[in-house]
């Protein structure tokens, strides 16, 4: 919830076209996660960081790639390598010690 | 792999009717969290539960966790036009990666 931004909250692009997402975070939080979802639909993790400088893929990471070089920073790269790239992009962070995620308020991409 | 499966997908009520959606995981959890999403929004953190058999209670929402720590529950009492969402269950198993059911998306009708 607060404190987690992303950015921007519509975003328009053309097919064949790499586009990054922003999010940051200033919870002093380690892990974050970058989730997808489709409308109806629940959340796919695509990839996580536990710490700056490493990331996991997730269940869907084909198609995106991420960097983790700050604490606060997890930008997200849809690639034009991912086949259906609509979608609602959800980005969290993970408090260590309660392990809940609290997500920031994502971006919608829309691929025309 | 580790799955969350949650039902009913879809509840429709009327205002004032109980509703109840359910999660279990295929393997045993360390803990249970619940989330709920607005239309048009973001999951928010509503709860966590840790202890096997553990009840909690949110004003009209009632949480439990099963015994086996492989099953969960959401009640609420007596719905109300504001509970209108969907209701995420997300299991952990220890390690960093939570998983995420389907969610309950839940339609209240004044």
């Known amino acids: 919830d607060g404190g987690i931004t992303q950015s921007p909250k519509y975003l328009f692009r053309k097919e064949g076209q790499n586009v990054t997402l922003s999010c940051e975070q200033n919870?002093?939080?380690?892990?974050m996660y970058w989730y997808r979802q489709d409308p109806g639909q629940g959340l796919r993790l695509i990839y996580y960081?536990?710490?700056?400088?490493?990331?996991q893929k997730g269940d869907i990471a084909e198609g995106y790639s991420v960097s983790r070089e700050k604490k606060e920073s997890f930008p997200l790269t849809v690639t034009s390598a991912q086949k259906n790239p609509t979608a609602f992009y959800l980005c969290a962070s993970r408090n260590r010690e309660l392990g809940t995620q609290y997500f920031g308020p994502g971006t919608r991409l829309t691929v025309l | 792999g580790q799955q969350v499966m949650q039902i009913p997908q879809y509840q429709h009520v009327q205002e004032g009717e109980d509703f109840t959606t359910y999660c279990n995981s295929s393997t045993t959890l360390s803990n249970i969290q619940w989330y709920k999403q607005r239309p048009g929004g973001h999951p928010v953190f509503l709860i966590q539960l840790v202890k096997s058999g553990e009840v909690k209670k949110q004003k009209r929402l009632t949480f439990q966790f099963g015994e086996a720590k492989k099953n969960s529950s959401l009640h609420i009492t007596a719905t109300q036009t504001t509970d209108v969402g969907t209701y995420f269950c997300?299991?952990?198993?220890?390690?960093?990666?939570?998983?995420f059911g389907a969610g309950t998306r839940l339609f209240v009708k004044a």
């Open positions: 997300a299991g952990n198993t220890g390690g960093f990666k939570t998983i």
């Open positions: 919870l002093n939080h380690d892990a």
């Open positions: 960081s536990q710490i700056v400088n490493d990331f």
